[in-house]
Antibody
Framework: QVTLRESGPALLKPTQTLTLTCTFS??????????VTWVRQPPGKALEWLAL???????YFSTSLKTRLTISRDTSRNQVVLTMANMNLDDTGTYFC?????????????WGGGTTVTVSS | QSVLTQTPSTSGTPGQRVTLTCSGR????????VSWYQQLPGTAPKLLIY???QRPSGIPARFSGSKSGTSASLAISGLRSDDEGDYYC???????????FGGGTKVTVL
């Protein structure tokens, strides 16, 4: 059974850096076709893709946020870490990690439950 | 504003068939496979359709997907009250080098 779980701070101040960890089980990020991706959702708004890391360690970032994002993996601990620098009020929302399957169209087949992040002074 | 365009809302009565659309460009829908996600209130998104028209195991045949040119559709037949929620299309965009989502369609069961 594939599961993913997000963890990180619930509250941040503007300009701080967000660090989120996705801990997964049931698959190996070293296996071809496997990726882990991050998606966020501001309150009442649509899903927005942020970043992904693939089985080779290649990384991809949202064009609009790439200067603020990093993504890394620890395959031995089955974790993927996303950092987002210089947080502002507009970054408030729910952050999801998901397993992404590269073949057949880069779809997200299993999602974590999400973690809520609030940016407030 | 989302790269993919979805009608913001649609509604239907129980048992009815509704069709949701997702409009994109050559660089995304025109070149790659589309997936669809269901997000029920207060929950994480759930994969409904991948590779334009394939259902993961456990997804009922009431949900079907199709693609033509730079547009894709999700049909829900036999609409049920527990289908109420938001539905998102997604696809890889070759120009942006990443996946993009539609703005979502809110489905209401009257």
């Amino acid at each position: 059974q594939v599961t993913l779980r997000e963890s990180g701070p619930a509250l941040l101040k503007p300009t701080q850096t967000l660090t989120l960890t996705c801990t997964f089980s049931g698959f190996s990020l070293s296996t071809s076709d496997m990726c882990v991706t991050w998606v966020r959702q501001p309150p009442g708004k649509a899903l927005e893709w942020l970043a992904l890391i693939d089985w080779d360690g290649e990384t991809y970032f949202s064009t609009s946020l790439k200067t603020r994002l990093t993504i890394s993996r620890d395959t031995s601990r089955n974790q993927v870490v996303l950092t987002m620098a210089n947080m502002n009020l507009d970054d408030t929302g729910t952050y999801f990690c998901a397993r992404m399957r590269w073949t057949d169209g880069a779809f997200m087949d299993v999602w974590g439950g999400g973690t809520t992040v609030t940016v407030s002074s | 504003q989302s790269v993919l365009t979805q009608t913001p809302s649609t509604s239907g009565t129980p048992g009815q068939r509704v069709t949701l659309t997702c409009s994109g460009r050559t660089s995304n829908i025109g070149s790659n496979f589309v997936s669809w996600y269901q997000q029920l209130p207060g929950t994480a998104p759930k994969l409904l359709i991948y590779r334009n028209n394939q259902r993961p195991s456990g997804i009922p045949a009431r949900f079907s997907g199709s693609k033509s040119g730079t547009s894709a559709s999700l049909a829900i037949s036999g609409l049920r009250s527990d289908d109420e929620g938001d539905y998102y299309c997604a696809v890889w965009d070759d120009s942006l080098n990443g996946p993009v989502f539609g703005g979502g369609t809110k489905v209401t069961v009257l």
